[in-house]
Structure formats: structure tokens, C-alpha cells
């Protein structure tokens, strides 16, 4: 079952649980130089959006096909999917303006939160490489866990939402990380303390919940949930999919 945004110091042992089921890293394709665009051509993977509910968008926002990921950036699993999916997504079927894809939060714990707050916290341009890069390194920022005491997690359940975040950011370095992007700590703090953000993010639960979806990744395709939560089983309904719109059937 996925976890709430108020679970409580009880949950300690969870972030255990979540290291302990890891799943194996997969190398991420070497960086290429993009191709240059013909006259007239849209460049669709660079075609980025927020949407209505808060989430981020890119591709093609007409595609025929549009992809939904519900994410927890505490998930190996959601890692591992991106990994796998991201490069060639953005390099086959997106670029074509046939696929849109749409990364909406699935918030489990106060870290996923946090981390949500931090992708979301400077240019909404740049949301997919803050999204991609705590991905990337999930497995070496989420393994610091392990260290900390149980006075230490207990900051991350307790007071005021804000102070939480902070302490959270301070524990994984998180403020490093947003330096790195040009985003300093009273500008991180700055955004851990924006309430209509986070009310944004804490609404996109709503949406989880109505699709009844219990744990992640998660997906919709054209509005329907997807049975499937690996890029094997997605990448062949997104071909599925792609091939029916094609043939006019739906």
C-alpha cells in the first residue's frame, strides 16, 4: 500500500524496506549530440509543459498517444524504469510527435515529498533534468538512510512541513545538489515554504487515488490504466497503441 504524506515516526523502518528492495541500477546511455532539425520541424522532446494539475509534460502536447508516469522518487523500481525507458523514449517515438509522456508525483513519505518539492523548485523548463538527476543517483543519495539514528528520522515526521524539508534536504545534501543548478539554500527554502506548491503536489494524490493505484510506477495511456509497471510490458503497449492510432481505430 502506498504510504501518505502525514505517515508518522512509526514508519522508520520503511526506508529499510525501500533500500533493502533495490533494484540493480542499469547504465545510462551515453549522452549524444542531437541531430539538427530540418527547416520547419519541431523539436518535440524539447517541448516542455506544466499541466493543469501541476504535473510536467514533454513532447508533443496533441500526440495521439500520451503516456502518464506516476512516480515515488523513493521507488528503485521508478528508477530503474526511468533508466531504462527515458533515452529511448526520448529518442524514438517523442521526437516523431507521436507520444507525450507526463510525470505526476505519487507521494509515500515525507523524502518523496521533499524531493518533490526540490524538482519542482526553480525554472519548470528545467523540471526533467532536476527529475532525471535524482533518479540517476537515487541509489547513492537514498543509501545515506542507512546511517541515520532514529532521533535523526524522527525530524522528518515532526513540526511544521517546511522545517521537515529542510531537515530532510540537510541529511541527504540536498542543498548541494540544488547548487549545482544555480539554486541556492535560502532560494531551496524559499521554495519548501511555497504552500500553493505544495498543495499542488499534495492534490495530484487525488488523482492516484482515483485510479486506485497501490503502488509504483504506475502509468495511464490515453486516460486508461496500464496493467504494467516495467518498461518491457509499457514499450509494447505504447507500439500497441501507436499502431491502432494509426489505423484510425481509435
Request: aromatic share 10%; hydrophobic share 40%.
Amino acid at each position: 500500500m502506498a504510504d501518505k504524506p502525514q505517515m508518522k515516526t512509526r514508519s522508520y523502518l520503511r526506508i529499510a524496506a525501500l533500500l533493502a528492495c533495490a533494484a540493480a541500477s542499469v547504465a545510462a546511455a551515453p549522452a549524444k549530440k542531437p541531430a539538427q532539425l530540418p527547416a520547419g520541424k519541431v523539436n518535440w522532446v524539447a517541448q516542455v509543459a506544466t499541466t493543469a494539475n501541476g504535473s510536467h509534460r514533454y513532447g508533443n502536447p496533441d500526440a495521439p498517444v500520451k503516456l502518464v508516469e506516476y512516480v515515488s522518487y523513493t521507488c528503485p523500481h521508478c528508477a530503474h524504469f526511468h533508466k531504462e525507458s527515458d533515452a529511448v523514449l526520448r529518442a524514438t517515438v517523442v521526437p516523431k510527435g507521436q507520444v507525450s509522456v507526463t510525470v505526476t508525483n505519487f507521494l509515500r513519505n515525507p523524502i518523496d515529498l521533499t524531493v518533490a518539492m526540490l524538482t519542482n523548485c526553480g525554472d519548470p523548463k528545467r523540471f526533467f533534468v532536476r527529475h532525471s538527476a535524482f533518479f540517476g543517483t537515487q541509489d547513492t543519495w537514498l543509501a545515506k538512510a542507512e546511517g541515520f539514528s532514529k532521533d535523526q528520522q524522527a525530524r522528518w515526521y515532526q513540526g511544521e512541513m517546511p522545517i521537515r524539508m529542510r531537515a530532510i534536504a540537510n541529511d541527504f545534501g540536498f542543498y548541494e545538489k540544488m547548487e549545482s543548478w544555480g539554486i541556492s539554500r535560502p532560494q531551496v527554502d524559499a521554495c519548501f515554504a511555497d504552500k500553493a506548491k505544495l498543495d499542488t503536489l499534495r492534490g495530484q494524490q487525488a488523482e492516484v487515488e482515483k485510479f486506485g493505484f497501490q503502488g509504483t510506477p504506475s502509468f495511464t495511456l490515453n486516460g486508461e490504466v496500464l496493467p504494467a509497471n516495467d518498461w518491457a510490458s509499457v514499450s509494447k503497449a505504447l507500439t500497441a497503441k501507436i499502431a491502432e492510432t494509426r489505423a484510425g481505430n481509435i
